[in-house]
């Protein structure tokens, strides 16, 4: 059963727009959320995080926007350059921290 | 720069074979991880240890046990290696805080 869903394997964007990247949860219990992105043949790199008391972080071009009733989370890239191109996992985790659980990934490619 | 490091990036092994993946930090972290990562399915969680000759059970232990004897190693076992262990396994480690550092993986490939 899994307890982080990215519906979307797969999403293209143009050079410049805006990427929106989503996730959902199930487990009320989580209250930390994260993004890695993943190039191929490298293992997942830290992106941007968001903890339950808050509803946004922003990084740069990178925002994280956390809806904790919707049990929805979702990554926004603005502007979207080609370097961005990656699979971006998103995780969520509860105070243990032990429990890290991942979604089944998104596959963004920005075209220039 | 700080690292996770596996031993090998690619392995094929058959059917049977008892299989080794070996997972090196070298921060001094307590917690180490092992995820497996399919397609459609994400990342998965294996194995981890918070500390020296600990262990607990992830999601999906079956087929798999682990050893960490040294706290800058944490093994992946395949006790006897099935066609459906085929995937790319992932180790990582953290300290306090959420930040998982990962290794870059090993693709695992058993015929």
């Known amino acids: 059963d899994q307890q982080v869903k990215q519906n979307s394997p797969s999403l293209s964007v143009q050079e410049g727009r805006i990427s929106i990247l989503n996730c959902d949860y199930t487990?009320?219990?989580?209250?930390?959320f994260l993004w890695y992105k993943k190039y191929p043949a490298e293992g997942p790199t830290f992106l941007i995080s968001?903890?339950?008391?808050?509803d946004k972080n922003e990084d740069g071009r990178f925002t994280v926007f956390l809806n904790k009733s919707a049990k929805h989370l979702s990554l926004h890239i603005v502007p979207s350059q080609p370097g961005d191109s990656a699979v971006y996992f998103c995780?969520?985790?509860?105070?243990?921290?032990?429990?890290?659980?991942f979604g089944a990934g998104t596959r963004l490619t920005v075209k220039p | 720069d700080v690292k996770v490091t596996q031993s090998s990036r690619y392995l094929v092994k058959r059917t049977g074979e008892k299989v080794f993946l070996e997972c090196v930090q070298d921060?001094?972290?307590?917690?180490m991880f092992w995820y497996r990562q399919d397609p459609g399915l994400g990342l998965r969680l294996i194995y981890f240890?918070?500390?020296?000759?600990?262990?607990e059970k992830g999601d999906i232990p079956e087929g798999y046990s682990v050893s960490r004897e040294k706290k800058e190693r944490f093994s992946l076992i395949l006790e006897s290696a099935s066609t459906n262990q085929t995937s790319m396994y992932l180790c990582?480690?953290?300290?306090?805080?959420?930040?998982?550092?990962f290794g870059s993986g090993t693709r695992l490939t058993v015929v």
């Open positions: 990582a480690s953290r300290a306090g805080g959420y930040g998982y550092t």
């Open positions: 968001i903890s339950s008391i808050k």
């Open positions: 921060m001094d972290h307590e917690n």
């Open positions: 995780a969520a985790s509860g105070s243990n921290n032990n429990d890290m659980r």
């Open positions: 240890s918070y500390d020296v000759k600990m262990k």
């Open positions: 487990n009320s219990m989580f209250d930390y």
